[in-house]
């Protein structure tokens, strides 16, 4: 009888991350059969269902390490902008003024020292929801409008 020959440990972890890597490759790409994927790569659907909850797990550390860090440089370059334009700002220089409460708004929203804003839905709750988007300064079309007066 021969010597079946049985990988090592890092063999077979580097063959992991090797499979992972065309698994990923071909489920960016649109392939998201995972017994067709399994086909393909000669494994089981379960591997492949292994793989994609691998990939997953390490896509979504991904994306909460890159938010983190991201967050952290954006607020290092606002803070970086706050401290210069404070000079003209506190001597009241309009834009820069301007400029720096723009600055301390977008800080505010990335910390998330804003409070919630209230919003209050009212009505007859068997007829359906109107919405009605206004922007400032525009008329509504009822009688008080801009030209109610020359219109009577």
């Not at 649109?30 to 017994?35: I, S, V």
């Not at 896509?59 to 706050?82: C, F, P, S, T, Y």
Request: no cysteine.
């Amino acid at each position: 009888m021969g010597v079946i020959p049985v990988p090592s440990p890092t063999h077979q972890r580097q063959a992991v991350v090797e499979r992972r890597a065309k698994v990923a490759a071909l489920r960016l790409h649109g392939t998201r059969n995972q017994t067709q994927l399994a086909q393909l790569l000669g494994v089981s659907q379960a591997t492949i269902s292994g793989d994609f909850a691998a990939l997953d797990e390490a896509w979504r550390e991904r994306a909460n390490v890159d938010h983190a860090k991201q967050r952290g440089e954006d607020l290092e370059r606002i803070e970086a902008m706050i401290d210069g334009l404070w000079p003209q700002a506190s001597t009241g220089g309009y834009l820069s003024v301007d400029r720096v409460v723009m600055l301390m708004e977008r800080r505010a929203k990335l910390l998330g020292l804003d409070a919630p804003t209230k919003q209050q839905v009212s009505g007859d709750p068997d007829a359906p929801m109107t919405i009605v988007v206004r922007y400032e300064g525009e008329y509504d079309g009822g009688t008080a409008g801009p030209d109610a007066a020359t219109s009577a």
